[in-house]
């Protein structure tokens, strides 16, 4: 049942993501992307993809040190499993399909408002990260910054102002997500802070100098900072988009972005649509792989989520 749930908005998003890249080739010189896709070389787009692939392992160590802060840590292959498949639905909104993890972790001692306040951790540390990452990427390429700074005043503030808001007491017990928001606020401390920022950004930090490396590969005066930069806002814009894994704004802020850069649109669709690759479709699709084994085997705590 439940993954009859998830295969209907997946498919949509399957849908979506192939018309959506049709319609960018349709637009471009189907040779001229072809020569741009030939340049990067397929020993460099593999090595991207499993570059890209490894680094969520930076993510995952977070995941695994915030779990261990509850004291609740499943084996680390069991750990790896659950997260991985929680990367299959980071096509959702906000990726809010990754708390799927909860009812995963229930059957290994973790109560499910721990993992959901391991969720909010591991979400917010990741805006501060790729803000961050982005505020640097800017600085050295001599760009527009204030969206960085912006974010990572007001995020990381008002976050840590929340957290200790909470620790103190003054949560209104009507609120319905206290017990997440209780269990989220002794994870976000300026301490501990750093650490999980520090992972996040080095994770999306990888990625976006993939995307670096396509876009220099075929267009060789653009500049590895000014890359990185753009990949930092491109995610921005397609988490604000609220579409599934940001499809289609993600794209376009990538290709715009190139161009504007000074690379031809098709070098622009190539490097965007290479990299859309490798940090999305690869990822997520070895979460399918995982997944459907995971939900099979803990069917008690899914049907009692389902109840």
């Known amino acids: 049942m439940l993954q009859g749930r998830w295969a209907r908005p997946l498919l949509i998003a399957l849908v979506a993501a192939l018309a959506l890249y049709v319609a960018a080739l349709a637009q471009s010189d189907l040779d001229a992307v072809t020569a741009a896709l030939r340049r990067i070389g397929l020993p460099t787009a593999l090595w991207g993809g499993l570059l890209c692939t490894a680094a969520i392992l930076f993510r995952f160590l977070r995941w695994q040190l915030l779990l261990a802060c509850f004291g609740r840590t499943p084996p680390w292959r069991t750990s790896l499993a659950i ?97 997440p928001l209780r269990a989220w606020a002794p994870l976000w401390t300026p301490t501990r802070l750093p650490v999980w920022v520090s992972l996040g950004g080095l994770a999306y930090g990888v990625q976006a100098a993939v995307f670096g490396l396509f876009a220099q590969t075929v267009s060789a005066e653009l500049g590895l900072a000014a890359c990185i930069a753009a990949f930092s806002a491109a995610l921005f814009v397609g988490a604000a988009s609220m579409l599934p894994a940001g499809l289609g704004a993600m794209e376009a802020t990538l290709a715009f972005a190139l161009t504007r850069m000074g690379a031809t649109w098709e070098d622009a669709v190539a490097a965007t649509l290479l990299t859309r690759l490798c940090t999305l479709w690869i990822p997520s699709g070895l979460g399918l792989l995982v997944l459907p084994t995971l939900v099979r085997s803990t069917p008690a705590p899914l049907s009692t989520a389902q109840a």
Do not use: M
């Open 83 to 179: 997260y991985w498949a929680g990367i299959a639905l980071t096509w959702t909104p906000g990726k809010v399909g990754e708390t799927l993890r909860s009812l995963l972790l229930k059957p290994h001692g973790v109560r499910v408002p721990d993992s959901l306040a391991a969720f909010l951790a591991d979400r917010l540390s990741d805006v501060i990260g790729v803000a961050l990452l982005g505020l640097i990427a800017a600085a050295c390429a001599g760009v527009e910054t204030r969206l960085f700074i912006a974010i990572v005043g007001l995020g990381g503030i008002a976050s840590l102002a929340v957290a200790a808001w909470v620790r103190r007491g003054h949560l209104p017990e009507r609120w319905r997500l206290i017990a």
